[in-house]
């Protein structure tokens, strides 16, 4: 099979590079070095993608800040998954008015997932005159062009037209966590949950070459991160697009092989192509860490039909019974939707049941929230918004309980764990469960692994103590 993922030529990401370096000169003859600003809202791969703006803006001549309040760019990473992000982002970008007018050399722009949507960027562009820029995901590699725009030809820049998507190889990276990585190994889905904007703003799944990632890898490694989270909106299905014979479970287990001592994540799954083959990568590779974000979105068949998801609850614990079978230390965390449209008392009873059975270490809860353009947005959906708040609250006490009692199993028990930071005066660490650790210790454990016994707990964290 050939590859059938578009790539973007060298030639023309060299170009971006030029007019990279043009702006840099435009600004070292005005004699300044100009600041950026990137917020980011959204997932990990709204992150990464954050990380790629900061890497381009530094070789445009550009530090860093960490406020919008005098900064020469901002640039707004937004995300379109629920409604109330899309809010927050417009009240935020209208709030930009007042750093322009302090600052009136201020260039703003706005990209991210909610650009990918054409009557919402229109909204941008004609309702926000203050914002220079606008630009969808698929366009991020270009920003050098949308800056020499703005900056030089004093022109609004305007990039968000639909495409099925591309790779932009070796774009630079500015990486905000010193020991912690994330590598994007794919991009898009394919899947057309049908709540869900992601594959309209996004576009195809389209994998990124395995010798590529796995040069990624062995370069952070050798850098000292300690802590590589692989990303994809559905990392099960990497490679298919590929046709090199080589899916998700073969690049994770060669990614594990790679020398030097690490942890290595991925995230995020879907439980219509997790495989046992990748329980099996897992339980074989000491550095693959047993830590598995699995979404199972609704504990109800018809509902799970109706979000067009391709499994059932059966499917859904026999994943879940595999995974324990190989490795019951194990920490599955998910996540799930409340009051999708038309849910009964019995169909969400249905997903209580199914956090009761599984019991997850942790589970992201959200409510419903009707994207428009997706086909679960024209669903009727009778059941009031009080209604479908008691449902949440609910989901959110169950897991509560569920999280402190195996927060609670941990007290005793002495773990291994990443010292990644601090919390006021205590040490933080991970474990491999990715369990979040509180405890006292020297500055110098900061990036170690150490052992920890473990002497308290809560609904979100343990309390620890250095082990002798
Ligand atoms: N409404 C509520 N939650 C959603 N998610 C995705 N789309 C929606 C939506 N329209 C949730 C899913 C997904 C997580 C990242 O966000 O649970 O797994
Ligand atoms: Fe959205 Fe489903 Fe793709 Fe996840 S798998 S990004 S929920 S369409």
Not at 136 to 147: A, D, K, N, V
Not at 180 to 197: D, H, L, P, Q, T
Not at 199 to 217: F, K, T
Not at 427 to 437: E, H, I, N, Q, S
């Amino acid at each position: 099979m050939e590859r059938k993922t578009a790539v973007i030529s060298p030639q023309e990401l060299r170009r971006q590079g030029e007019i990279a370096q043009y702006i840099k000169e435009f600004w070292q003859n005005q004699g300044k070095t100009p600041v950026a600003y990137v917020e980011t809202y959204g997932c990990q791969q709204n992150e990464a993608d954050s990380e790629q703006i900061r890497g381009i803006l530094e070789t445009c001549g550009y530090g860093l800040t960490d406020q919008a309040e005098g900064a020469d760019l901002v640039v707004i990473n937004t995300c379109a998954i629920r409604e109330h992000a899309a809010q927050r982002v417009f009240g935020n970008v209208g709030a930009l008015v007042h750093t322009k007018r302090r600052h009136p050399g201020q260039k703003i722009f706005v990209c991210g997932c909610m650009m990918g949507q054409p009557e919402i960027s229109a909204r941008m562009k004609n309702s926000y005159p203050h914002v220079d820029g606008i630009f969808s995901p698929h366009h991020l590699w270009q920003l050098p062009e949308h800056l020499y725009r703005v900056l030089i030809r004093h022109k609004k820049a305007y990039a968000v037209e639909d495409s099925t998507g591309a790779i932009a190889e070796g774009l630079p990276v500015v990486r905000t966590n010193k020991l912690k990585a994330w590598v994007s190994i794919m991009y898009g889905c394919n899947n057309f949950c049908s709540y869900c904007i992601v594959p309209y703003v996004r576009g195809r799944e389209r994998s990124r070459l395995p010798e590529d990632i796995l040069a990624e890898c062995r370069e952070l490694i050798a850098q000292g991160y300690k802590d590589i989270t692989v990303l994809g909106q559905n990392v099960n299905s990497y490679g298919k697009d590929l046709g090199l014979g080589i899916d998700f479970a073969d690049l994770l287990g060669s990614i594990a092989e790679l020398e030097g001592d690490f942890t290595l994540r991925f995230m995020t799954s879907h439980p219509k192509d997790a495989s046992r083959k990748l329980f099996d990568t897992m339980a074989s590779h000491p550095k693959i860490a047993k830590q598995f974000h699995l979404p199972f979105q609704s504990g109800n068949d018809r509902i799970l039909k109706e979000m067009n998801r391709h499994y059932d609850r059966a499917r859904y614990l026999e994943l879940i019974a595999y995974g324990r079978k190989l490795m019951p230390e194990i920490v599955f965390t998910s996540d799930v939707i409340v009051g999708f449209p038309g849910e009964t008392e019995a169909e969400f009873e249905d997903t209580v049941s199914l956090i009761e059975q599984v019991r997850f270490d942790a589970l992201f809860t959200f409510i419903y929230s009707p994207r428009p353009g997706t086909p679960a947005a024209k669903l009727p959906d009778p059941t009031p918004k009080e209604e479908k708040n008691r449902r949440f609250d609910r989901l959110l006490a169950v897991q509560n309980a569920i999280s402190e009692e195996k927060h609670r199993a941990y007290v005793g028990k002495t773990l291994r764990v990443l010292v990644d930071g601090k919390d006021g005066e205590l040490l933080t660490a991970r474990t491999d469960g990715g369990r979040l650790v509180r405890f006292e210790g020297g500055d110098a454990l900061i990036g170690q692994f150490i052992n920890v016994t473990i002497t308290d707990a809560t609904t979100w964290s343990l309390v620890g103590a250095l082990a002798s």
